[in-house]
């Protein structure tokens, strides 16, 4: 479907980016904001939505992007909406339901045919089962009337949006603007149309007629919206929020950076691909086409390289490369989750073994550490006891940004698929590396290696002397779990 030519989010688009090869970009690093984003998005949407998530849960922010997108269907707007199926058990009730309204369209990307009652089956079937359900789609992108989207790290659960009471993931998202829409349109569209992305009712069986799945889900997610309550007057939602953004929205122009950008993404069909010898440095003939245009990006780099990742595991080729840069006189900044805040720690295991020859090379590394980020960032995402770190950004000089999907691990690497943005932008690559470096500084541990070139020493931000403990936040009993694990767990799966 062709972009919208007119209608209240072509003219916003029109009004904040200059016509021509330039994109808009406005940064999200605000929970609330980047759901805000979304929202308003939504709420104005007068010809489609493209919705492409990794994890979608049906938790209170779900519903609430749920109702959002059953509001724009009942306004006549065409919805797509495409899953990876890895965290869709126990929510096939819900995609019914929403599927039962006129104008919404549900695919599943390479579904589980069995085991599809809980997410552990599901894991269990990947580790046991065919090779390619080891595989999935990890992009994440919301593209509205072909004019404006959404983009980044973030899944669409409590937790990425500061909505949870326990634990919050720190991420980075870019509402976009401009040139760069047809290509992440199409992107879309490839996923939308490969073999491996299935119609929801192909999947997955219910027995209940039409009317009783729309009865269903009404009780599940609320009565449904009539007349023209479904109808935003004027281009202005029902419920208008106070932010900046909603205040901009409503006023009909958009603060953004302009700058040249690439959309980026793998083909569907490196599912199907042989796992190949990739890392850092070395390029992809497999279908890893973010990989391979990230790491061209990288060795452009004349004098800082700035890197976040949830998961790092640059295998022994990509320490090669930092130790390229080092010679180089480049400086390389590398900020991850330490034990005690990642949420998955066998993927700890594949990097922790890395640790000193990272910082062998002369390279910075800082772990994010639950505790000291949450008082940090207290005014990005509000309580909570646990913060983890999920943002995925590249910097490179100061000048050039990636932002996306792609975590810097063999899971990315081979297994799933990505999709991102290379930004061209100062401005915005000066925003992100103030806001990560101050995550680095205030809310992360910096690491040290001793002069033995074994020992590692945790330093608080502003203090001189080491951490007395190991993997600081971890108890004993955790670590020597791990240690256990460790000869089980082979690297190229994390």
Not at 27 to 56: N, P
Request: aromatic share 8%; proline share 5%; charged share 25%.
């Amino acid at each position: 479907m062709p972009p919208a030519q007119s209608g209240t989010l072509a003219q916003i688009a029109t009004a904040s980016v200059v016509p021509g090869d330039l994109s808009g970009f406005r940064l999200l690093a605000s929970g609330a904001e980047a759901l805000q984003a979304r929202l308003e998005l939504i709420g104005r949407a007068q010809v489609s939505i493209d919705l492409q998530a990794y994890q979608f849960k049906g938790d209170a922010t779900g519903l609430r992007l749920v109702r959002a997108l059953r509001d724009a269907a009942a306004r006549g707007v065409r919805v797509r909406i495409l899953l990876d199926d890895l965290y869709t058990a126990g929510d096939d009730a819900l995609w019914l339901g929403l599927t039962a309204r006129d104008g919404v369209e549900l695919r599943l990307f390479n579904p589980f045919l069995a085991g599809r009652e809980s997410h552990l089956s599901r894991l269990v079937e990947s580790a046991m089962g065919e090779a390619r359900m080891h595989r999935r789609m990890h992009n994440k992108l919301l593209v509205v009337d072909g004019v404006l989207a959404v983009a980044g790290g973030r899944n669409i659960a409590d937790v990425y949006f500061g909505a949870h009471a326990a634990e919050h993931y720190v991420d980075i998202d870019v509402l976009v603007a401009g040139a760069v829409l047809p290509s992440m349109a199409l992107a879309f569209d490839l996923y939308w149309n490969s073999d491996f992305s299935h119609e929801l009712r192909s999947v997955v069986e219910d027995p209940l007629s039409l009317p009783e799945r729309r009865a269903r889900f009404s009780a599940q997610v609320g009565a449904d919206c009539a007349g023209s309550a479904c109808v935003p007057a004027d281009g202005v939602l029902p419920k208008p929020s106070d932010s900046d953004l909603a205040r901009e929205c409503a006023q009909g122009c958009l603060t953004m950076h302009l700058a040249p950008a690439q959309a980026v993404y793998d083909s569907p069909e490196k599912l199907e691909n042989e796992s190949v010898a990739l890392d850092l440095g070395m390029l992809a003939t497999s279908g890893s086409q973010v990989r391979l245009l990230v790491a061209q990006a990288m060795r452009d780099a004349q004098f800082e390289l700035w890197m976040v990742t949830p998961y790092l595991i640059p295998g022994p080729t990509g320490v090669e490369t930092l130790r390229d840069f080092q010679q180089r006189g480049v400086r390389v900044v590398l900020l991850t989750n330490s034990l005690a805040a990642t949420d998955e720690p066998m993927v700890h295991l594949g990097y922790r073994k890395y640790r000193a020859a990272i910082l062998a090379t002369g390279a910075e590394l800082y772990e994010w550490s639950p505790a000291r980020g949450g008082r940090v960032l207290r005014e990005y995402l509000a309580g909570g006891t646990v913060f983890r770190l999920h943002a995925k950004a590249v910097i490179v000089d100061r000048e050039r940004v990636f932002l996306g999907s792609m975590n810097f691990d063999p899971r990315s690497r081979d297994l799933n698929t990505e999709f991102g943005l290379l930004i061209d932008s100062p401005e915005l690559a000066e925003e992100i590396r103030s806001f990560t470096e101050r995550m680095a500084r205030e809310g992360s541990y910096r690491l040290q290696l001793d002069a033995d070139g074994q020992t590692l020493h945790w330093f608080a931000a502003g203090d001189d002397e080491p951490l007395i403990e190991y993997e600081p936040g971890t108890d004993r009993g955790s670590r020597f779990l791990l240690d256990l694990l460790e000869p089980l767990v082979p690297e190229e799966m994390l």
